[in-house]
């Protein structure tokens, strides 16, 4: 019920700030615009889709292999007490798991394009166990909501772009941006915990999360005492390795089962093709509501009203210049990055608003997007409190870009 609201939301307020702009401003091009950014925007969506096909033939193909091989209960038995309590609908050695771990570990090396047709076979696997088929279940809703927090350790593709832009210290953000994703994934978390009742404070629970927070603090103080050169390959180098290991690590398992590899990778590559085709119309929606809304000139107006209402309690409203790639984000990743790069360009990469429009581009994920994604690829149609964790979580990992970029780069 709430993505109805919000999509139709999207249509109604592009179309009333197109309309005063026609009005009070003249601006006979607003309608125009609108127009041909909804074909465009249509047309986006069907070549995301596929393009989506390729890679989820693979890694569904792959996973299936990993999951007839034995993955699942290997995957278990590292994570079986934690996910126990954190999605205590998950049966042991579902092969849900097993997707779930792969996911949020590509995602957590900023691998996007790995990350998700995992994503999108794990939201499949829950459906397995989903009582009803059209409403979010509680496992799915956590899931998403992680997901949708955006948890990267190593943000290749902004650190590639500043790199593009000629930035002296292109990797300066590494830092603030993991600080920014964390305060993200930990609000989403607290909030679904909340909702769910699941007690935060389980000795097990409590164990997993200190032991995730102690290796992330390992990773900023290897990476953040590299030079930028030598950390623009050591990243993609280990994240290289890790993706290829995974690969080799499920050939080996179905060789060493005896299972017939090449067969079984077809069977879960078919899957993979369904699912693709299958997102089309919920990609396609959003991505519409999203350009039509864009192209209208809501969004700045917002911004300006945000700075005004800043400068009623403090004269630091510098922020506000970067918020847009923040507001973006949620709603799209390549408006995201297409803002980051305008804002770079206008203000300099280097300076304290181009860097927090980088860290505003990596503190979490395009909310909007994922919601349609992952429920379109199950059919789910009731999201119950979904959309509200996610962005719960888009909202701290903006609060926290700003403080972060404050302590770091005023």
Not at 177 to 194: D, P
Not at 251 to 266: C, D, N, Q, Y
Not at 369 to 390: D, E, H, M, P, Q
Request: charged share 15%.
């Amino acid at each position: 019920m709430a993505l109805n609201y919000i999509w139709v939301g999207f249509f109604l307020v592009a179309f009333a700030v197109g309309l005063l702009r026609l009005i009070f401003l003249q601006d006979a091009n607003v309608f125009p615009d609108m127009m041909k950014a909804t074909f465009d925007s249509a047309k986006t969506g069907f070549e995301l889709s596929l393009g989506l096909t390729g890679i989820m033939t693979l890694w569904l193909g792959l996973m299936k292999i990993g999951e007839r091989g034995g993955a699942i209960p290997i995957l278990s038995k590292i994570v079986g007490p934690f996910f126990a309590r954190l999605f205590p609908e998950i049966p042991p050695n579902h092969p849900a798991t097993g997707s779930i771990i792969m996911n949020f570990s590509a995602n957590i090396l900023g691998l996007d394009n790995a990350a998700t047709p995992l994503g999108l076979k794990a939201m499949k696997d829950l459906q397995d166990i989903n009582p009803q088929k059209d409403t979010a279940s509680n496992a799915q809703i956590m899931f998403l909501v992680l997901n949708a927090s955006g948890l990267t350790i190593i943000p290749l593709s902004i650190l590639a772009d500043r790199v593009s832009m000629g930035s002296v210290n292109p990797t300066s953000i590494f830092i603030p941006t993991l600080i920014a994703t964390f305060c993200s994934t930990v609000a989403g978390l607290i909030y679904i915990c909340i909702r769910q009742k699941i007690n935060l404070f389980d000795p097990v629970l409590l164990a997993y999360l200190l032991g995730a927070i102690g290796l992330i603090g390992v990773a900023v103080w290897y990476f953040s005492s590299l030079p930028d050169a030598q950390l623009q390959r050591q990243s993609l180098l280990f994240s290289s390795f890790i993706i290829l290991s995974i690969i080799i690590f499920f050939l080996g398992l179905g060789i060493r089962s005896k299972i017939p590899v090449f067969e079984t990778f077809i069977d879960g590559a078919r899957e993979g093709f369904e699912t693709a085709v299958k997102v089309i119309p919920f990609l396609v929606a959003f991505l519409v509501a999203i350009g039509i809304f864009r192209s209208s000139g809501a969004l700045p107006y917002f911004i300006e009203g945000i700075r005004w209402s800043v400068s009623l309690f403090t004269e630091r409203t510098e922020f506000v210049d970067a918020l847009p790639v923040g507001i973006m984000k949620p709603l799209s990743g390549a408006g995201a990055r297409g803002m980051m790069i305008d804002i770079s360009k206008t203000y300099g990469v280097d300076s304290f608003v181009g860097n927090l429009a980088s860290v505003f581009r990596g503190c979490a994920e395009t909310t909007f997007y994922v919601l349609a994604l992952y429920f379109g690829s199950v059919s789910i149609r009731k999201t119950r409190y979904a959309v509200a964790g996610g962005l719960i979580a888009d909202l701290f990992g903006i609060l926290g870009s700003i403080f972060a970029a404050y302590v770091f780069f005023y």
